[in-house]
C-alpha cells in the first residue's frame, strides 16, 4: 500500500508539476495575453488531476490513509464543484483572470503536498519542507476561496441568462431549482466551510511542526 500511495503521489506531482510549470513559461513568453488561454491550455490536465484527487477520499475510507475525512472531503469537493460546475460550464468564465489565479493557488499548494508525501512515504523528512507544507496553505487557502467566490459571483450572470443546470419540472409537479440560488447559497457554505479547513489546518501545523515531532523527524 505505501508503494501505491507513493505511485499516486508521484502521478499527482508529474501533473501538477506540468500545469504548474507551463503557466509560469507561458506568462514569461505572451505575458498577460497568456491569462485569458489558461484554461484551454492546461485544463484537461487540470480536471484528470482533480478527478483523481477523488482517489484520496476512498483511501482515508479504507484506512490506508490517516487523514481526517471531513476536512480533506470538503477541500476536494469544494474544487470539484467550482471546476466542473462552474468553470468548465461557463465558456465565457474560462477566459476571466480569476480562473489563472485560482489554477496558480491550487498547483503551487499540490506541488509542495505531493512532493513532501512522496518523501514521507520513504520515510525522508526536510524541516524546511515540512514547514513550507504544513505553513504555505495557510495563508493561501483563504485566498484560494476567495477566488472560488470571485469565479462563482463571475459566473453568475452566465448562469442567469443560459439557464445552465436550472430546472423546472413540467405540470403538475410545481417544483423547480433555478442554480444561480444554488450557487448563492453554496457561497456561504463555502466562507463557512473555510473557518473549519483553517481550523484544522493549524491543528495539522501544530502536530508535525511541534518541537517534539521536529526533534523525531531530524533524528
Same mark, same amino acid.
Given at each position: 500500500?505505501?508503494?501505491?500511495?507513493?505511485?499516486?503521489?508521484? %502521478?499527482?506531482?508529474?501533473?501538477?508539476?506540468?500545469i504548474? $510549470?507551463? !503557466?509560469?513559461?507561458?506568462? !514569461?513568453?505572451?505575458g498577460?495575453?497568456?491569462l485569458?488561454? /489558461?484554461?484551454h491550455s492546461i *485544463?484537461?490536465?487540470?480536471?484528470?488531476?482533480?478527478?483523481?484527487s477523488? #482517489?484520496?477520499?476512498?483511501?482515508?475510507l479504507?484506512?490506508?490513509?490517516?487523514r481526517?475525512?471531513?476536512?480533506r472531503? #470538503?477541500?476536494? %469537493?469544494e474544487?470539484?464543484?467550482?471546476?466542473?460546475?462552474?468553470i468548465?460550464?461557463?465558456?465565457?468564465?474560462q477566459?476571466?483572470?480569476v480562473v489563472?489565479?485560482l489554477?496558480?493557488?491550487?498547483?503551487?499548494l499540490?506541488?509542495?503536498?505531493? $512532493?513532501?508525501?512522496?518523501l514521507a512515504r520513504m520515510?525522508?523528512?526536510?524541516?524546511?519542507?515540512?514547514?513550507l507544507?504544513f505553513?504555505?496553505?495557510?495563508p493561501?487557502?483563504?485566498?484560494?476561496?476567495?477566488a472560488?467566490?470571485?469565479a462563482i459571483c463571475?459566473?453568475l450572470?452566465?448562469?442567469?441568462? &443560459?439557464?445552465t443546470?436550472?430546472i423546472?419540472?413540467?405540470?403538475p409537479? /410545481? &417544483?423547480?431549482?433555478? &442554480?444561480?440560488?444554488?450557487?448563492?447559497?453554496?457561497?456561504l457554505?463555502?466562507?463557512a *466551510?473555510?473557518?473549519?479547513?483553517?481550523?484544522n489546518?493549524?491543528?495539522?501545523? /501544530?502536530?508535525?511542526? *511541534? $518541537?517534539?515531532?521536529?526533534?523525531?523527524?531530524r533524528?
Open positions: 500500500m505505501n508503494m501505491y500511495l507513493f505511485l499516486y503521489d508521484l %502521478m499527482q506531482f508529474c501533473g501538477h508539476s506540468w504548474f $510549470t507551463n !503557466m509560469i513559461i507561458r506568462f !514569461m513568453t505572451f498577460k495575453e497568456s485569458a488561454d /489558461t484554461f *485544463g484537461f490536465v487540470m480536471r484528470l488531476c482533480q478527478l483523481l477523488v #482517489l484520496e477520499i476512498l483511501h482515508i479504507i484506512g490506508i490513509d490517516k481526517r475525512l471531513l476536512p472531503f #470538503l477541500q476536494i %469537493m474544487r470539484i464543484i467550482v471546476l466542473f460546475a462552474v468548465n460550464s461557463q465558456e465565457e468564465v477566459g476571466k483572470y489563472c489565479v489554477f496558480f493557488l491550487w498547483n503551487l499540490d506541488v509542495v503536498r505531493y $512532493t513532501y508525501n512522496m520515510g525522508i523528512y526536510y524541516l524546511p519542507l515540512t514547514w507544507n505553513s504555505l496553505c495557510i493561501l487557502y483563504p485566498l484560494s476561496v476567495l472560488k467566490g470571485f463571475v459566473s450572470p452566465y448562469f442567469e441568462s &443560459f439557464g443546470y436550472s423546472k419540472l413540467p405540470f409537479f /410545481t &417544483f423547480s431549482i433555478y &442554480f444561480p440560488y444554488v450557487l448563492k447559497m453554496y457561497l457554505v463555502l466562507f *466551510g473555510m473557518c473549519f479547513i483553517i481550523r489546518l493549524f491543528s495539522e501545523r /501544530t502536530a508535525h511542526l *511541534g $518541537t517534539g515531532n521536529i526533534k523525531n523527524k533524528s
